[in-house]
T-cell receptor, first 112, second 111 residues
Framework: DAGVTQSPTHLIKTRGQHVTLRCSPI?????VSWYQQVLGQGPQFIFQ???????GRGNFPDRFSARQFPNYSSELNVNALLLGDSALYLC???????????FGQGTRLTVV | EDQVTQSPEALRLQEGESSSLNCSYT??????LFWYRQDPGKGPEFLFT???AGEEKEKERLKATLTKKESFLHITAPKPEDSATYLC????????????FGTGTKLQVIP
């Protein structure tokens, strides 16, 4: 059974641009969360979706948005990129909202 | 606000030298405490979930324990392949959508 897959694995963008990151879930896992991990820090919670509805949002600006599709895959969108948005973006799946999360390998975003 | 503090920040062990990593937490009603292992440039790999004080879980050379204020990850006779960053995270009963992570302990096991 395939794990959580994220695409692309690496991405370089220029300040002010927009980026879309994608996540394909483990089969049967309906909950998707997004995290930002800056080098040397732990992951910071951005969003959680369950059954295509937003169920939680972390302390991130409105430039960050996400959605979940009927097949439970998800996209994270970031507008007006800043240098400080450079980080590893992680997608995590859960079977249910209160169970452990399984992470993808992440997308390394570099903003120049 | 939920908080997780991990210590030490970095730990260097000789192969076979057992030790413990600490995770102190404050949360308004714990739903679950999680331990993850993370290799450089990769996503965290799930290790354990602990739900209540006194609970213990084991996997190979790793054993996780939980009290009302902290959790320990005990590493017995570590091998070089155990080198990684170990992350602790908590999930509260209220606002359980969010999981709060610590900054991790970077473990290096020297042959």
């Amino acid at each position: 059974d395939a794990g959580v897959t994220q695409s692309p694995t690496h991405l370089i963008k220029t300040r002010g641009q927009h980026v879309t990151l994608r996540c394909s879930p483990i089969s049967g896992h309906k909950s998707v969360s997004w995290y930002q991990q800056v080098l040397g820090q732990g992951p910071q919670f951005i969003f959680q979706y369950y059954e295509k509805e937003e169920r939680g949002r972390g302390n991130f600006p409105d430039r960050f948005s996400a959605r979940q599709f009927p097949n439970y895959s998800s996209e994270l969108n970031v507008n007006a990129l800043l240098l400080g948005d450079s980080a590893l973006y992680l997608c995590a799946n859960r079977v249910a909202l209160n169970t452990e999360a399984f992470f993808g390998q992440g997308t390394r975003l570099t903003v120049v | 606000e939920d908080q997780v503090t991990q210590s030490p920040e970095a730990l260097r062990l000789q192969e076979g030298e057992s030790s413990s990593l600490n995770c102190s937490y404050t949360v308004s009603g714990l739903r679950g405490l999680f331990w993850y292992r993370q290799d450089p440039g990769k996503g965290p790999e799930f290790l354990f979930t602990l739900y209540s004080a006194g609970e213990e879980k084991e996997k190979e050379r790793l054993k996780a324990t939980l009290t009302k204020k902290e959790s320990f990850l005990h590493i017995t006779a570590p091998k070089p392949e155990d080198s990684a960053t170990y992350l602790c995270a908590v999930q509260a009963r209220e606002g359980y959508q969010k999981v709060t992570f610590g900054t991790g302990t970077k473990l290096q096991v020297i042959p």
